[in-house]
């Protein structure tokens, strides 16, 4: 199974600034079906990037998707208010799909 | 609108069997692969398993496999998730999710319910 990983595990940022997310599987991702999502307190997960660096539909442009093969990162300009939640990566080129632990994006 | 709503989550005692139900309305839901995805409290989201846009295969991640049974009927536009010899590690909210495109299930996940919570306690 491929094990993902994401740093750091909270960022503390100030509305305006970049955030660098990153995450590394433990084996090649095939295609690079490497996905990320964004969850709110008690809210469903919502997607933002499919495919390493596809925005999915209705995603702001500030979101940005990289990387290939067993490294990948999610970067976020200028932070908006509402942009501070927790992000998971999802690999879906094997089975099982599995996610990581996720990076909370909080206000500084 | 796609929407997607679970329903028959619950208390249930260990040992115990509970069947989610997920009825989909606002796209054609027998040509979309369907997964079941959840999360513990406070904690992260772990894919559960997924089903064809026929029905007629799927995979289960190993922590249920044996345990779980993903099934869909496509006249009903509902997705099902028939779990049994539920333990505490199965307490979770479950999530039923779909992919953007027809076809294939190697996809993201576009749409997600709010999701169905489970709890398994003596």
């Known amino acids: 199974d491929s094990v993902l990983t994401q740093s750091p595990g909270t960022l503390s940022l100030s509305p305006g600034e970049r955030a660098t997310l990153s995450c590394r599987a433990s084996?090649?991702?095939?295609?690079?079906?490497l996905a990320w999502y964004q969850q709110k307190p008690g809210q469903a997960p919502r997607l933002l990037i499919y495919a390493a660096s596809v925005r999915a539909t209705g995603i702001p442009a500030r979101f940005t998707g990289g990387g290939s093969g067993t490294d990948f990162t999610l970067t976020i300009n200028r932070l908006e208010p509402e942009d501070f939640a927790v992000y998971f990566c999802?690999?879906?080129?094997?089975?099982?799909?599995?996610f990581g632990p996720g990076t909370k994006v909080e206000i500084k | 609108e796609v929407l997607l709503v679970e329903s028959g989550g619950g208390l249930v005692h260990p040992g115990g069997s509970l069947r989610l139900s997920c009825e989909a309305s606002?796209?054609?839901?027998?040509?979309?692969?369907m997964s079941w995805v959840r999360q513990s409290p406070g904690k992260g989201l772990e894919w559960v398993s997924v089903?064809?846009?026929?029905?007629?295969?799927?995979y289960y991640a190993d922590s249920v496999k044996g345990r779980f049974t993903i099934s869909r009927d496509n006249s009903k536009s509902t997705l099902y998730l028939d779990m049994n010899s539920l333990t505490a590690a199965d307490t979770a909210l479950y999530y039923c999710?779909?992919?953007?495109?027809?076809?294939?299930?190697?996809?993201?996940?576009?749409?997600w319910g709010q999701g169905t919570p489970v709890a398994v306690s003596s």
């Open positions: 089903i064809r846009d026929s029905g007629s295969g799927s």
């Open positions: 606002g796209f054609p839901f027998s040509s979309f692969a």
């Open positions: 999710a779909k992919v953007p495109h027809s076809g294939g299930w190697y996809q993201p996940f576009d749409v």
């Open positions: 084996q090649i991702v095939t295609n690079n079906y």
């Open positions: 999802q690999q879906y080129g094997d089975s099982p799909f599995t």
